[in-house]
């Protein structure tokens, strides 16, 4: 006897892929249930920052005498921050896969930076002291971790999986040469200029670099986006393992763009917060300043690093390149013409210049990333190379 054919449910049949597009269907609109559980990050970062709004400075002025509650709030919200960060990749990933590269990561890479300089320019302006080194620390700190960690993290998790990785050579090429000469002019070139005194910029100089670093950006993303475009996007494609790990959504553009921002905008909030524990717990273990920015970039970055790492085990190298690389240079390209306006129109000055041992090893990051996407393929010992460099910067802000 032969099976109903109203069982008949195999991929190739057609009420097999009447069924498959069936499951595929979004909840119903009106089911708030059915959207709780496909979003559960959404409302509880939203909670969370509510919470820590309405209540987060008396919890922290009694954190002030109680160990015990520093722990939990701190881990309240460290869990609500990466919890949000894996909602905030999951919707990047849909957009990368519906708009294509590079504005699928273009959009995970701005998001996250327009928020990251209204972090930085909020601590410029609520900053008692007539001289920053704020916005020094986090864009230095960006390029270590985005370049040696994020960068290193990839090479070597896809070195493992798929041995050789392929990216598009020209725009690995396009990126650097943005970015290196805009982090030598914004880190370095401070250091040696006449006109001003410290590791600073005069007023006209500042207007002058902050038009041409903005200038230079937007050359970039006019590239980037319209007649290059060929160039940051995956040279082969990508793997099979992507059709493994990752599901067609079925939702548009626009709900996905705006469950990412939805997401994200309360959990860089929450950062924010959890930064000013971190910065209490680093004075009360007399630990180095720096040592702030750092771990409050690393969780600022998390989406973007979480999201850089899942495309390289992929084996979508290209994608891991286009976070990574793409975000040194939106946080330059951003950061610096932002804060250097603020600092003429308070009367603040911005230290931008790095000491001789951060020069030395930006030079470094920089030399060894020329040689490590100076060819099309990748391996884990280049990642090697750069989690080391990663971690001889750590060890530089506890013994410089």
Same mark, same amino acid.
């Given at each position: ?10 991929? $190739? ?11 595929? &269907? #979004?909840?119903?609109? $009106? ?16 909670? +969370? ?10 919890? =922290? ?31 990047? &990933? ?31 302006? +609520? ?38 990785? &392929? ?14 000469? *805009? ?20 007023? #006209? ?12 950006? $937007? ?18 494609? $990508? ?33 924010? &917060? ?31 690093? %979480? ?28 950061? %610096? ?43 884990? *010992? ?8 990663? =971690? ?9």
């Amino acid at each position: 006897m032969s099976p109903s054919p109203t069982n008949d449910t195999r991929p $190739g049949s057609p009420l097999g892929a009447a069924g498959a597009r069936k499951q595929a &269907e #979004p909840p119903p609109a $009106g089911s708030i249930g059915a959207w709780l559980r496909q979003e559960p990050q959404i409302p509880v970062v939203w909670i +969370t920052a509510a919470a820590f709004l309405l209540f987060g400075k008396g919890w =922290l002025a009694q954190a002030q005498s109680s160990t015990a509650l520093t722990l939990i709030l701190f881990g309240v919200l460290f869990v609500a921050i990466m919890w949000g960060a894996f909602g905030v990749v999951r919707h990047a &990933e849909h957009l990368a896969e519906k708009l294509g590269e590079p504005y699928g990561t273009l959009i995970l890479t701005l998001s996250v930076t327009i928020i990251e300089v209204a972090f930085i320019v909020t601590a410029v302006i +609520t900053t008692q002291d007539a001289q920053t080194p704020v916005v020094r620390d986090a864009v230095f700190a960006v390029v270590m971790i985005m370049i040696n960690a994020v960068i290193g993290l990839c090479l070597l998790v896809g070195g493992l999986r798929h041995h050789e990785q &392929e990216f598009n050579l020209p725009g690995a090429r396009a990126f650097l040469s943005v970015a290196i000469p *805009l982090a030598a002019i914004t880190l370095v070139l401070p250091n040696f200029t006449v006109f001003a005194h410290g590791p600073t910029l005069s007023p #006209p100089q500042a207007v002058i670099l902050a038009v041409l670093i903005l200038f230079l950006y $937007g050359v970039f993303l006019t590239m980037q986006t319209m007649r290059y475009r060929a160039f940051f996007s995956d040279p082969h494609g $990508g793997s099979a393992d992507v059709a493994d790990d990752h599901h067609h959504s079925p939702h548009s553009v626009g709900y996905h763009a705006a469950a990412l921002l939805a997401t994200l905008i309360p959990a860089v909030y929450l950062t924010e &917060e959890l930064g000013l524990i971190v910065q209490r717990a680093v004075a009360a273990m007399n630990a180095p300043v720096a040592l702030v920015g750092v771990i409050v970039a690393i969780l600022v970055l998390a989406p973007e690093a %979480m999201g850089a790492v899942q495309a390289a085990r992929r084996d979508q190298l290209q994608r891991s390149v286009n976070i990574a690389l793409g975000s040194v240079l939106a946080t330059i390209g951003l950061t %610096m013409p932002a804060v250097l306006m603020i600092g003429l129109v308070m009367d603040k000055t911005i230290l931008l210049g790095v000491d001789p041992e951060g020069m030395v090893l930006l030079g470094i990051t920089f030399l060894v990333s020329v040689i490590t996407f100076g060819g099309e393929r990748t391996n884990m *010992l280049q990642g090697a190379v750069h989690l080391v460099m990663f =971690l001889v910067f750590l060890t530089l802000i506890f013994h410089p």
